[in-house]
């Protein structure tokens, strides 16, 4: 396939680029900087220069091309405390792409989270569907919102799959959740977790990640949901443990009051229980993921070498 990537230079992006570049696709990897733009290019990949604003772009992209993966969002507005905003300019690039592919039977893959689907048991594919109120009510469910519509397109032919991702992709060079729980812990001289620990995370190497994504490309169903979870719940405080047996630090429990201070806007997560299951997805797609625990990546230095 002739496959555009949007969000192609990034920590997921980079690998699923590698991952169709591997397999005999062609791609064409959205960039909207001199950097990204090198990162692609070294990739082997082809590079088209845009962002998601862009819309009547990335429509005449997606209709040149036979299959779409989306990835790319702006994080850095959300982290800058305008989620809605980026939420919007999401919707809105899913839209151009969409509706450029409609009609023609092509995929489109979706990136999303397992995050919150489903609080006090473990969430499957099934779940989400119809957004939580706690979702609704906040910036949050704008995206929510966003996967759903994509679903939907396949009433207008369009092969499309949402593939919910963990809040820990891990690996080596990655720069997210995990990555910024080390540098917490390193600043302040403690690893933290909350309450007693055992509220859960799920996690999956960034490789399995790309395979997955790969084969939701050339095989998912239209309006499947896909978890890309390797791992469905390891304990924060493993993994509060695991870093402070790196870092030769203690590691202390917090009260959810405490967490707020000691992990700054990582506060209002660390103590969430969000296990969820990926059977479904194994199960349809034949995916088994081969990757390195995320303990093991912490034990291995991995992050704090």
């Known amino acids: ?36 733009v090198r990162r692609v290019e070294a990739l082997g990949a082809e590079v088209v220069r845009g962002d998601l604003t862009e819309t009547d772009e990335l429509a005449r992209l997606a209709a040149a091309s036979d299959g779409v993966v989306h990835l790319a969002f702006q994080h850095d507005v959300a982290w800058r405390g305008n989620f809605a905003d980026a939420a919007r300019a999401d919707r809105r690039a899913v839209e151009a792409l969409g509706g450029a592919l409609a009609g023609s039977g092509r995929p489109l893959v979706l990136a999303s989270g397992v995050m919150g689907l489903a609080p006090g048991r473990i969430a499957t594919e099934q779940d989400g569907l119809v957004p939580l109120t706690a979702i609704r009510e906040n910036p949050a469910g704008y995206r929510a919102a966003t996967a759903l519509y994509a679903l939907s397109l396949r009433g207008l032919d369009v092969r499309s799959s949402v593939m919910r991702l963990p809040p820990t992709v891990h690996g080596q060079g990655d720069h997210g959740f995990v990555a910024t729980l080390v540098d917490v812990a390193r600043r302040r001289g403690v690893s933290g977790y909350v309450g007693d620990g055992t509220n859960r995370w799920t996690a999956t190497h960034r490789s399995d990640v790309a395979t997955l994504t790969r084969q939701a490309l050339e095989d998912a169903p239209a309006g499947e949901v896909l978890h890309a979870v390797a791992e469905e719940g390891v304990a924060f405080r493993d993994v509060a443990e695991a870093i402070g047996r790196q870092l030769n630090i203690p ?55």
């Open 1 to 36: 396939m002739n496959v555009l990537v949007t969000g192609a230079s990034g920590w997921i992006g980079t690998a699923v680029v590698g991952e169709l570049l591997d397999h005999g696709h062609q791609v064409r990897g959205l960039a909207r900087s001199d950097a990204a």
């Open 251 to 305: 590691t202390v429990s917090l009260s959810p009051q405490q967490a707020l201070e000691h992990f700054a806007h990582l506060g209002t997560f660390v103590g969430l229980d969000s296990p969820a299951s990926s059977a479904a997805t194994r199960a349809l797609l034949d995916w088994t993921p081969t990757g390195p625990t995320l303990i093991e990546d912490l034990d291995a230095g991995r992050y704090t070498a």
